[in-house]
């Protein structure tokens, strides 16, 4: 029972951190896009307000490794938000592979348990007999416990696994389309700077 309970502290901690650390707001903040776009329209966008937007959050890493890679062009670009985006998605996914395993150890914690006390129940069995048939009744039902407790752990465990790696991978998939939509302005301004150039009366 020790380990088991062990294993439900560490899940309710994990849960309780992942519920806090994944909420939406903070990892992709809805109107972070927008006011990027409004930093570079107004020429704001300097390395103070690249720091701000690196430290602000999740996203905010990713679109600051795009800009800081815009010169690099398309390719640059991408390949710079995927380094970064590899990072932030290591640090979203924490502590969820701790969590699966005490889904997938409880209940085999659980059938230690019952088997262990069994075997006791059998020897004490072969000691003294069935004359006591209450007692053989209790020690069954005591090495039963363990088993519903690892199965009553798991369960829960395994069902916010599933429900935070559905959470990451929706967060994940919104902050792709925003670092997508980062590289599209920046490949819309390119194309104009390109085209102001090779047509000098547009700049009279």
């Not at 390395?47 to 815009?70: F, H, K, M, T, V």
């Not at 069902?159 to 980062?182: G, I």
């Amino acid at each position: 029972m020790l380990p088991i309970i062990f294993c439900s502290v560490i899940a309710v901690a994990i849960c309780a951190e992942r519920f806090w650390v994944l909420r939406s707001n903070l990892v992709a903040p809805r109107h972070l896009f927008t006011q990027l776009c409004h930093w570079r329209s107004n020429n704001e966008l300097d390395s103070r307000r690249l720091q701000e937007l690196r430290n602000g959050s999740p996203l905010g890493q990713i679109l600051a490794a795009g800009i800081g890679a815009q010169d690099l062009g398309r390719d640059g670009m991408k390949e710079s938000i995927e380094e970064v985006a590899n990072q932030v998605v290591h640090e979203l996914e924490r502590y969820l592979n701790t969590l699966g395993s005490i889904a997938s150890i409880t209940p085999l914690l659980g059938l230690l348990g019952t088997v262990i006390g069994m075997i006791k129940v059998f020897t004490s069995i072969k000691l003294e007999g069935i004359s006591n048939a209450s007692l053989l009744a209790g020690g069954i039902s005591e090495a039963l416990i363990t088993t519903a407790a690892g199965i009553t752990v798991a369960i829960p465990a395994l069902f916010f696994y599933r429900f935070f790696q559905r959470r990451v991978d929706e967060l994940v998939v919104n902050m792709e389309q925003e670092a997508l939509k980062l590289v599209a302005v920046c490949d819309t301004d390119e194309m104009t700077n390109n085209h102001a150039r090779s047509n000098p009366v547009l700049d009279r």
